[in-house]
């Protein structure tokens, strides 16, 4: 298990979101399915450190990456990672490597040292996030996690009909958030899958209550609580022993 710093959005017990955005990946208890929304089925993680779940929409994103602003339109720029910027009559371009690029409208240029003098100020962002690659044809590929710091800009990217979701231009591709068990399987292999749509951390796991009924995971100076499946239940007994 990696010690990450992932970026998420804190769910509070009334199911508002809250202020933190990131976690530690060693934190992490546990993690099921959650629907906030109609639209949405997101994983939801249970931390040491307080609930979690995905950026699902641009003003979570800006609210999670301090060092992102709005240039144009619906874009959410990474101003650390623009390498120049064309002017003309028309507002100005702000192009990333590999003569990647996004709008800047007339009033942001008119302000743009001001705007770089204040990025600057902040520090550079060390975290990292759970995401999928985007491949050919708007096709997934495997799930895992990528630096923030390699994101060019934010757009929003509609992988189904009605279904709009964080789409991240970066130096090593395009990349959306991680929406599925399986995409969270993928990326942190070492939980357990202790009951249908469920993944625990074994390390944090204090011990197994065991009844007729069914058993259940109880963890670590945590009221977390997960059911064990009974086919599930001597593999995992076997790894937190």
Known sequence: MNDRLIIGIQVQSDGSYGPRF??????IMGIEMWKPSKNYNVPFFYTRAGNFTVLTTLSACEMAFPNFRFLDGSNLVNVDNVERVLTGSYGGIAYFKDDIHTGINQKNLKVWKDIVDEVRQLKKDSRQIFGVEIVENGQLSTSGFFDACDIYY???W???ANYYVPRFHTSKGLFTVGLTYKACAEAMPYLYPAHNGNLVNPYWIERIDEQIFGSTAIFKESDY???VARSKLKALKGIIN
């Open 158 to 160: 509609e992988p189904k």
């Open 154 to 156: 934010i757009d929003m």
């Open 225 to 227: 609580r997960v059911t």
């Open 22 to 27: 990131s976690f530690s990946e060693n934190d």
